[in-house]
């Protein structure tokens, strides 16, 4: 492994678990399962996509192999519809097949998706089983800590899931050297995310590095990471199942979860969806008193990451709003919105009206860009 990995714990007592971010991580990968206590007598299953398992399933394999586990392999189509019913089902067939039993261990190795999905698969199998993430995007910062797994329904994303925390999460920076450049920049939506509702300075240095960040600098892609999933961790081991201060990690998705459910899960990326929703959620927070400063920097700092900040014009706005009427968020005819009310600090307003956030949806599809 080159150089000594970042180290973070979410810490939630007895479950609390590390977060190891550097280069070469997964080489270790078979010690660190040691460490904490994955069993080598009961089969593990890596649960990965079909382009993740081309570059890394093989080496990963090969590494807890040589450390005595038995290694299972399972591999879902790549791209969001994966998060499905029936792949839950087909997953936890294959686990049975293979004798994975209580003391087995699912591993997901990949971006958001799988995951999202694999954390799922371990959740459900037996009544929950342990689990480990290995993300390989710059997205799965965020999704891979904290433990919210689930699939999809036609009408609403993530509406099918659970919270099952993983026993560990190895990040290894050379994964994300193989990534396009659109997911390079989408993932970094999620990055500035974390400064936008908690930190301002670091929203001021990923302005100020954007172009080694999209770039791939190791240095600066690390600290980065480690930034975004210190505010992860700090926001989860405060409000473990979101009754309260968690939910401001939404920022953004309200708008773009039903982004992404209308454009049919394929033709906006979730980074590049949530972007969307932050500047939605900056234009909402001027609306209701915050300084014109929200917005600016806001979109500006998503621009300079290179992400989108205007709605398609032709995604239907009735057909957003319908799906926002699914989304989890919504409750008793109003919506529950993150609003930023300077960089870095956010509220949680659950009296936002239908009729307010229809108007900012038909701005966005105005955003001048």
Not at 1 to 6: F, Q, T, V
Not at 15 to 30: K, N, W
Not at 80 to 91: G, I, V
Not at 154 to 165: D, Y
């Amino acid at each position: 492994m080159s150089g000594a990995p970042r180290e973070l714990t979410v810490e939630l007592g007895e479950r609390s678990y590390p977060i190891y971010i550097g280069e070469g991580v997964l080489d270790e990968a078979g010690n660190l399962f040691t460490e904490r206590g994955i069993s080598k007598k009961s089969p593990l299953m890596i649960i990965t996509d079909a382009n993740v398992a081309e570059r890394h399933l093989g080496h990963l394999a090969e590494v807890l192999t040589s450390a005595g586990f038995t290694v299972v392999t399972a591999v879902v189509p790549a791209g969001e519809s994966s998060k499905s019913l029936t792949e839950l089902e087909r997953l936890i067939g294959i686990a049975l097949e293979h004798g994975l039993d209580r003391k087995s261990a699912i591993v997901a190795l990949g971006g958001g998706v799988v995951g999202d999905l694999a954390g799922f698969v371990a959740a459900s199998f037996m009544r929950g089983i342990k689990f480990v993430q290995v993300p390989t995007t710059i997205l799965a910062h965020d999704s891979s800590v904290g433990g919210k797994v689930a699939v999809n329904h036609p009408l609403a994303k993530n509406i099918i899931g659970a919270f099952h925390q993983p026993e560990l999460v190895l990040y290894d920076l050379k994964t994300l050297q193989t990534l396009p450049e659109r997911e390079v920049k989408a993932g970094l939506s999620e990055v500035v995310k974390h400064g936008l509702i908690w930190d301002a300075s670091f929203v001021t240095w990923c302005d100020e590095n954007a172009d080694k960040l999209t770039a791939l600098d190791p240095d600066a892609l690390g600290y980065a990471l480690y930034k975004g999933c210190s505010v992860k961790a700090a926001v989860v081991s405060k409000d473990e199942r979101e009754n309260d201060l968690r939910a401001i990690l939404n920022l953004g998705h309200t708008i773009g979860h039903a982004l992404e459910a209308v454009a049919g899960y394929g033709e906006l990326l979730h980074g590049e969806a949530i972007a969307i929703g932050m500047v939605g959620a900056a234009r909402l927070a001027v609306r209701l008193g915050a300084s014109e400063e929200v917005y600016t920097v806001t979109k500006h700092v998503l621009q300079r990451v290179g992400l989108p900040v205007r709605l398609p014009a032709h995604l239907a706005t009735d057909e957003i709003m319908r799906a926002m009427m699914h989304d989890k968020k919504f409750q008793e005819g109003t919506m529950v919105f993150i609003v930023p009310t300077a960089i870095g600090v956010v509220e949680i307003n659950k009296s936002v009206s239908t009729s307010l956030i229809r108007e900012i949806v038909e701005q966005l599809k105005q955003e001048a860009i």
